[in-house]
C-alpha cells in the first residue's frame, strides 16, 4: 500500500542509526571516508537531516538539508516510480510544484502532472540515471497526462512514460499535442524557473507552434534525451545563501542557430572517440564541506 511506504523507510532509517544510538563512537560514519564515492553514501540515506531545509551547492555537485517529501498523491499530481524514494525536495520545489500543477491542469485540460525523480533524502549525486538533481531544486515532470483514478503502487512502478519524438530524432510524433505544449507552457512561465530541459525535437516543436507572449520560450533549453518528461530547473531561491545559481544563458527565443546546432551531424551522428574516458565518480570532499557533516547526521 501507498500509505505503508513512508513508514518502511522510517524503518529503515531507525536500522542505520542503530550504531549510533547503541553508543558506537559516529557510528557508520567513523568507516565514511572524503575519498569515497559520494552517490554510495547519499544514494544509500532513507531519510532527510534534521533542520531549516536549505539547497547547499550547485545542482550537480551539493546536497540538500532539511528535506520535504511531496505527498504521493495531489489534487493535480502523483508521484511515479515512489519505490526509489526519489520524492524528496526543499519546500520552495514542494510548492512549486503543487502551484504549476494545479495551473497545468488549467492550462491543458489535463487531470494534472506525473512528478517523476526529485532528490533523494539528502540529495547529493545519485546511485544511477542524474548528474543533477542534487539540491533539492529540480523535478521531472512527464509530458504523460495524469489519469483521473489514483494509480496503484503497482502502476506508478510500471507504467511508462510516453515518447513525443519520432525515430529519426527530428521531429515530434503524433503524441505530441497542445496538450503538452500547453503543460509546459503553464510551468515555464513561473517565476521561481530558472530553465527546463527538453529534446531537440520537442523545442522544435514548440518554436513552430507557440503563440501570443513567447518570452517562455527562452528558459526552454534542447537537450539530449528528455523524449518524454521535461526536466525543471528552479533558480536558487532567497534565504538560501550556499545554493549556488547557473550562469546566465543565451538570450531571445533559442530558435535559430543554437537550436540548429543540436540537428547537426556532429550531434546526431557524433563519431565514437577512442580517447573518452568516463569522468570518476564525485567523492564527499568534492562536494561543499556542510555536505560532509549533512551525511554523518543521525
Given amino acids: 500500500m501507498l500509505t505503508s511506504r513512508r513508514s518502511q523507510l522510517a524503518l529503515a532509517?531507525?536500522?542505520?542509526?542503530?550504531?549510533?544510538?547503541?553508543?558506537?563512537?559516529?557510528?557508520?560514519?567513523?568507516?565514511?571516508?572524503?575519498?569515497?564515492?559520494?552517490?554510495?553514501?547519499?544514494?544509500?540515506?532513507?531519510?532527510?537531516?534534521?533542520?531549516?531545509?536549505?539547497?547547499?551547492?550547485?545542482?550537480s555537485r551539493g546536497c540538500m538539508a532539511g528535506g520535504v517529501a511531496l505527498p504521493l498523491t495531489g489534487p493535480t499530481w502523483q508521484v511515479m516510480r515512489p519505490l526509489r524514494n526519489r520524492d524528496w525536495g526543499t519546500p520552495w520545489l514542494i510548492s512549486f510544484i503543487k502551484r504549476v500543477s494545479a495551473r497545468a491542469a488549467r492550462y491543458s485540460g489535463w487531470p494534472g502532472l506525473l512528478i517523476g525523480d526529485m532528490s533523494q533524502p539528502r540529495g547529493g549525486p545519485m546511485l544511477k540515471s542524474h548528474a543533477s538533481h542534487q539540491v533539492g531544486l529540480e523535478a521531472d515532470i512527464w509530458f504523460t497526462p495524469m489519469p483521473r483514478h489514483t494509480l496503484t503502487t503497482h502502476e506508478r512502478e510500471s507504467m511508462s512514460a510516453i515518447n513525443m519524438v519520432a525515430s529519426n530524432g527530428l521531429s515530434v510524433n503524433r503524441n505530441w499535442t497542445n496538450g503538452q505544449l500547453q503543460a509546459l507552457k503553464a510551468v515555464a512561465v513561473d517565476p521561481e524557473v530558472d530553465r527546463i530541459f527538453v529534446n531537440p525535437a520537442i523545442k522544435k516543436a514548440i518554436c513552430a507552434s507557440a503563440t501570443g507572449n513567447r518570452a517562455w520560450l527562452n528558459k526552454i533549453h534542447p537537450y539530449y534525451g528528455h523524449k518524454s518528461h521535461f526536466h525543471v530547473r528552479l533558480s536558487c531561491p532567497r534565504g538560501a545563501p550556499d545554493c549556488k545559481p547557473q550562469a546566465p544563458f543565451f538570450k531571445g527565443e533559442m530558435c535559430g542557430k543554437h537550436l540548429a546546432y543540436w540537428f547537426s551531424n556532429a550531434v546526431m551522428h557524433p563519431k565514437p572517440n577512442p580517447h573518452y574516458r568516463p569522468k570518476p565518480p564525485l567523492t564527499l570532499a568534492q562536494l561543499p564541506t556542510p555536505c560532509a557533516a549533512l551525511i554523518r547526521q543521525p
Avoid at 53 to 59: A, K, R, T, V
Fill in 13 to 59: 532509517g531507525l536500522v542505520t542509526c542503530l550504531p549510533m544510538l547503541l553508543g558506537a563512537p559516529d557510528g557508520f560514519a567513523a568507516t565514511r571516508h572524503l575519498t569515497e564515492p559520494a552517490k554510495l553514501l547519499f544514494g544509500h540515506e532513507k531519510l532527510p537531516s534534521q533542520g531549516q531545509s536549505q539547497p547547499i551547492g550547485f545542482y
